[in-house]
């Protein structure tokens, strides 16, 4: 098991920028893919952004290509969300997950671990 706490969530303004960190404990995180899900109030989980274990592949939810970015620090055991050009529909709760085997995946249930979540508001 890897145990994940995420961090750096916040109330921020419309365009204005966020970065969210998610330090990981436990099994060797340079051998997991890692994802990023948000889940707004009312509504389910969504992927937002996933990265391979090197760092060399990314892949983005279409409604923050080109806003967000995802990268990690396998020195440090930790995975960012740098969010910029935030907008209030970004509303949610952020979390990040691990994945032991394969390439991110925009299916949450393929995650094997998960975070307790970071709460980012934007106000308009």
């Known amino acids: 098991q890897v145990q994940l706490v995420e961090s750096g969530g916040g109330l921020v303004q419309a365009g204005g920028s966020l970065r969210l960190s998610c330090a990981a404990s436990?099994?060797?995180?340079?051998?997991?893919?890692m994802g990023w899900f948000h889940q707004a109030p009312g509504k389910g989980r969504e992927f937002v952004a996933g990265?391979?274990?090197?760092?060399?592949?990314?892949y983005y939810a279409d409604s923050v290509k080109g806003r967000f970015t995802i990268s990690r620090d396998n020195a440090k055991n930790t995975v960012y969300l740098q969010m910029n050009m935030l907008k209030p529909e970004d509303t949610a709760v952020y979390y990040c997950?691990?994945?032991?085997?394969?390439?991110?995946?925009?299916?949450?249930?393929?995650?094997?671990?998960w975070g307790r979540g970071t709460l980012v508001t934007v106000s308009s």
């Open positions: 997950a691990a994945k032991m085997k394969g390439l991110p995946s925009s299916n949450g249930d393929e995650y094997d671990d």
């Open positions: 436990g099994r060797t995180f340079s051998n997991e893919a």
């Open positions: 990265i391979n274990w090197s760092g060399r592949y990314t």
